[in-house]
């Protein structure tokens, strides 16, 4: 428990005022704004512009949130890469609904996303994994990803399949891939003085796009 009577969580503030989110002049698809938030974290040298948090929940109706990097995204989705079988692998395998959350707290800006997630084609993950450095190719084999392991593991692991893979090239291992979350909603969230903050929420209805503005 923090004691210092000169500290208090209550007392943190601030004011949002850099920008602001006309609904009026906003592009009717969300993918094309979402494409320029994206890009103006990345010019604006935040630290992990595609980090995005994913929720997601076990079959037994637990959430569990943790934070994975954006590595494509398009009109048919987001897509991310893990272990098929970790914690949020076995969560998806039994329950596909998902939601991602950016935050540019440097920008003052939100999005967050929700929908349903599914595996990409082998093909797709095959040609991400070939492009990632050697070790972390090596790492997707050596890693059970969410399981307990002893402290030695990983270290004898690598040692394994390194001389396993040594001078050849590392194939794409069966339990890792990517998964696309197909999105049913996309919320953007501007900070604004006062806390009457732009909310814009995209709902998907069928081949369009319903906007609406939400009370911050």
């Known amino acids: 428990m923090i004691k210092d009577s000169d500290f208090s ?12 989110l006309d609904i009026q002049k906003i592009d009717k698809n969300p993918f094309s704004l979402f494409d320029k938030w994206i890009k103006e974290a990345i010019e604006a040298k935040l630290p992990e512009p595609t980090a995005m948090h994913l929720s ?3 079959n037994d109706g637990k959430p569990t949130g943790r934070i994975v990097l954006l590595k494509e995204f398009n009109e048919k ?3 991310f890469f893990t272990n098929y079988e970790s914690k949020k692998g076995t969560d998806l395998k039994n329950n596909p609904n ?9 920008l003052e800006r ?10 990409v084609s082998r093909e797709v993950s095959e040609n991400y994994f070939h492009s990632r450095p050697r070790t972390s190719q090596i790492g997707a084999w050596v890693s059970p990803q969410s399981k307990i392991i002893e402290n030695n593991f990983l270290i004898i692991e690598t040692e394994r399949f390194n001389k396993l893979f040594e001078n050849k090239e590392i ?3 069966d339990n890792w891939g990517g998964y696309i979350v197909s999105a049913d909603s996309i919320e953007f969230w501007q900070g604004r003085p006062s806390r009457l903050h732009d909310r814009i929420l995209y709902l998907k ?12």
């Open 9 to 20: 969580l209550k007392n943190i503030r601030k004011d949002y005022s850099l920008q602001q």
């Open 56 to 58: 997601t929940v076990s």
């Open 77 to 79: 989705g987001f897509i």
């Open 98 to 106: 998902a939601a991602l959350s950016f935050h540019w707290a440097e």
């Open 110 to 119: 939100q999005v967050r996303i929700n929908g349903k997630a599914e595996k």
């Open 171 to 173: 194939p794409l291992p």
């Open 205 to 216: 209805r069928e081949a369009d796009w319903l906007i609406e503005r939400l009370a911050p």
